[in-house]
């Protein structure tokens, strides 16, 4: 049989009426199928819906139908099949067994492929050409087979047996969608596969687990302990942090200063010691420091500093993080955005060179013409275009880049900044280095040394257009060798103390999970997030709450698997074993299953332990934060300590509310400050004193549905004034908006338009 013939036994599904053939393409997303449509159809596709999916239809010139149609990412999930949804009565061992079923997690977009399949003669897979994107293109073709058993079987299409096309582009431009549908290729099964077994891993560890955990510390229902196989290494990374800042103890030393006078103006001076570790050493120094100084040295050394690399995912939320402040998960969001639009490249990429096809100079050419970056114009002028390039270097996608010059002010917010600095830092990477000089003079004052240092940028180079980076001048006044200095006054000492390690940043905290191999460029700041919602970690940068440090604590000690990255890392690499085609789906989720065998008893074995660690942890987070009302009147407990604002639940009711430590019911004088909380949900400390109004502690409110909001206890903050005012807000358009969708009885004309009738009456 060769290729194009029918098999038999399957003509017959066929239409039997002449008619146009159709090609289905599917995306990801909703505006990638619109975006491929408008370029692929010159503008005249049609855009219609199907079960509340919009798909987009046009013929092309050979006169054949086609058609785009959006997923919403991933529309199935693995899940348990029915019999296994009750915690108390699921033996674990059965559910780390369980057969895993396929469930659509949209039902909509599942009945809409579907439709549109039973009229499609060929299909083309476009989601984003990365792992997920594989299997997510393999989710739904799965779907469309069975809904068109004339393009073929699952069987059929796993052999390879089926020519479905498969367009693979990294940006949502005109030139490289034509190129990409011109260049089709085929689905990659051991590619989909690969994010098939991670998806089943991740569902088994963390349904086990999470049920494992939230039954030995008796927390049901909504209360539950989520742990995760990614997850609970990652809050690892901050605990560990946190326990050294607990661990640190600070060490006092000295610094010494002087300040000499200068016909520019007197200038400050450091001792040549850096820190002085005893005191007496640094009073010693100071009295044998006299006037006048004389100039000793005077040193200058030019500093070169290179172009950076080109951005890929981690570099940019890293970027974006530490140059914006915009957090990695945002910053993931607006890229994306940016890339729908079709003004950047691909976001999700490991890849830190450029392809030689990128059309550089082009590129350039375009980006320069716009005001905000002619500050590279010049590169235009060099001969040879010449980029940086970083270590990783993959066929996949490109580093990000920008694929389309705008003018930022056209762009809002955040939006507009993060295009710019991908803008920035795509020029920055063909150009020249900083060039800075740096002087350093120093200064004999009686038996001391002093020295002054300063810095200047000699050619700002990259800097010129990837500002963020440019260092700023400090300069010092022009100094001689042998020149007399007299001292401004006497010299002083500081004293200070050793600092503990800073808390990880965000940005910081995504780098060191890509080191580890700790989930992926798609999924780590999503993991991050999560954190943050089930409330292990707080503010910003991250902060764990007593919970999250008591959930690492029992994990290290009675699960330590689940603590370190080595099992994930271990799992990565089976994953590109996948995608190379060396081991099954099949064997590597076994192998995992196993484990979690193992990993489950442990667990059994010491539940009680177990859960005396992570109830402690949880106890401590009732506390909020010392009362500010027992503050200002000087009341502390017996000890000296200040009285806490702490989580209270009624004997009576059960319900749950905020009081102070200093209350007792036999004392009419202790406090009774008391305030409300939400009953459902779950409520988190946020700060211990709110950054707005400073009065009382601010909390986070994670709702079972809907959106985590901040809570202060203060009524008459700012932060809850502005919050009622955006719910009023809300509530009125949406009362205006129901008031508009209102129809008129058919017969009678609303209000509304009798009274436009009226008023054109008037009017002639
Ligand atoms: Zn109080
Ligand atoms: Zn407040």
């Not at 010049?378 to 580093?399: A, C, F, M, Y």
């Not at 005396?612 to 506390?623: A, F, H």
């Not at 005012?725 to 358009?733: G, N, P, Q, S, W």
Request: glycine fraction near 8%; aromatic fraction near 6%; hydrophobic fraction near 35%.
């Amino acid at each position: 049989m060769g290729i194009g013939d029918d098999p038999p036994g399957r003509v017959a599904e066929r239409p039997c009426y002449p008619r146009r053939p159709m090609r289905l393409i599917v995306t990801e997303k909703n505006n990638s199928a619109k975006k491929i449509a408008d370029i692929l159809g010159r503008g005249g596709a049609k855009a219609d819906k199907t079960f509340k999916v919009p798909f987009y239809t046009w013929t092309d010139e050979n006169g054949a139908e086609q058609m785009t149609i959006g997923l919403k990412g991933h529309v199935l999930g693995p899940a348990f099949p029915e019999g296994y949804s009750n915690w108390q009565k699921t033996d674990l061992h059965d559910l780390i067994d369980a057969e895993l079923i396929k469930e659509p997690t949209d039902k909509n977009v599942v009945k809409a492929i579907k439709k549109v399949a039973k009229e499609a003669d060929e299909l083309v897979i476009a989601t984003d050409f990365d792992r997920e994107g594989e299997l997510i293109g393999l989710e739904a073709l799965e779907e469309m087979l069975d809904a068109n058993p004339g393009l073929g079987t699952r069987e059929e299409a796993s052999q390879g047996a089926l020519r479905i096309k498969r367009a693979r582009y990294s940006a949502l431009t005109k030139e490289e969608i034509e190129r990409a549908f011109d260049q089709l290729d085929e689905l990659s099964y051991p590619l989909a596969n690969a994010g098939a077994a991670r998806q089943d891993i991740d569902l088994l560890w963390g349904a086990t687990l999470t049920r494992a955990v939230s039954l030995a510390t008796r927390r049901f229902g909504s209360n539950f302990l989520s742990v995760g196989r990614v997850q609970s290494p990652t809050l690892g990374l901050v605990v560990e942090r946190e326990l050294e800042r607990r661990a640190h103890v600070a060490k006092p030393f000295w610094e010494l200063f002087a300040k000499f006078q200068h016909p520019d103006g007197s200038f400050e001076a450091h001792h040549a010691t850096d820190k002085f570790w005893e005191k007496a050493e640094a009073d010693a120094a100071l009295a044998g420091t006299s006037s006048p100084g004389t100039v000793k040295s005077v040193t200058a050394r030019k500093n070169t500093r290179k172009p950076p690399t080109p951005l890929n995912t981690t570099a940019f939320t890293t970027d974006a993080s530490s140059r914006l402040g915009i957090t990695p998960a945002s910053a993931m969001r607006i890229a994306e955005d940016l890339y729908m639009d079709g003004f950047i490249s691909y976001p999700r990429t490991d890849n830190t060179v450029y392809p030689v096809s990128l059309p550089v100079r082009e590129l350039i050419a375009s980006l320069v013409r716009v005001n905000e970056f002619s500050a590279a114009a010049g590169l235009l002028e060099s001969g040879e275009l010449k980029p940086t390039r970083g270590k990783k270097e993959t066929t996949d996608h490109p580093p990000i880049y920008p694929t389309q010059a705008i003018h930022p002010g056209a762009l809002e917010g955040p939006k507009k900044r993060v295009y710019e600095l991908v803008v920035r830092r795509f020029l920055a990477t063909f150009s020249p280095p900083m060039i800075t000089e740096s002087t350093r003079a120093d200064i004999e004052a009686g038996s001391e040394t002093y020295f002054v240092r300063g810095s200047v940028v000699v050619d700002p180079g990259f800097a010129a257009i990837y500002t963020y980076a440019r260092s700023s001048d400090e300069e010092i006044p022009a100094l001689k060798e042998g020149q007399s200095l007299e001292l401004d006054g006497e010299p002083w000492l500081l004293d200070k103390e050793t600092q503990p390690p800073s808390r990880i940043s965000q940005g910081k905290l995504i780098e060191m999970m890509e080191e580890r191999g700790l989930g992926t460029k798609a999924t780590r700041a999503d993991i991050i997030q999560k954190l943050y919602d089930r409330g292990y970690v707080y503010s910003n940068p991250p902060i764990p709450s007593e919970t999250g440090v008591a959930m690492y604590d029992a994990f290290r000690k009675y699960v330590p698997r689940m603590a370190t990255a080595e099992m994930t890392a271990q799992l990565e690499a089976e994953m590109d074993r996948i995608a190379g085609g060396e081991m099954t789906k099949g064997q590597v989720v076994g192998d995992s299953r196993d484990l979690l065998h193992k990993t489950w008893t442990e667990i059994d074995g010491s539940r009680e332990d177990l859960a005396k660690v992570v109830w402690k942890g949880m106890d401590e987070d009732r506390i909020l934060g010392p009362c500010k009302v027992c503050e200002e009147a000087g009341r502390t407990k017996e000890d000296g300590s200040p009285n806490m604002l702490r989580i209270i639940r009624a004997k009576k009711s059960g319900k749950r509310f905020v009081g102070c430590s200093g209350w007792t019911a036999d004392d009419p004088e202790s406090c009774d400050q008391t305030f409300p909380l939400p009953q459902r949900g779950d409520v988190f400390r946020l700060e211990d004193r709110c950054s707005v109004c400073d009065q009382t502690p601010r909390l986070k409110v994670v709702p079972f549905r809907g959106r985590p909001w901040n809570l202060c206890l203060n009524d008459d903050c700012e932060s809850m004034q502005e919050m009622k005012r955006r719910r009023a807000e809300r509530e009125a358009a949406k009362a205006a908006k129901a008031a508009m969708e209102e129809k008129p009885p058919p017969d009678k004309p609303s209000t509304a338009t009798r009274k436009r009738k009226r008023a054109k009456t008037t009017v002639k």
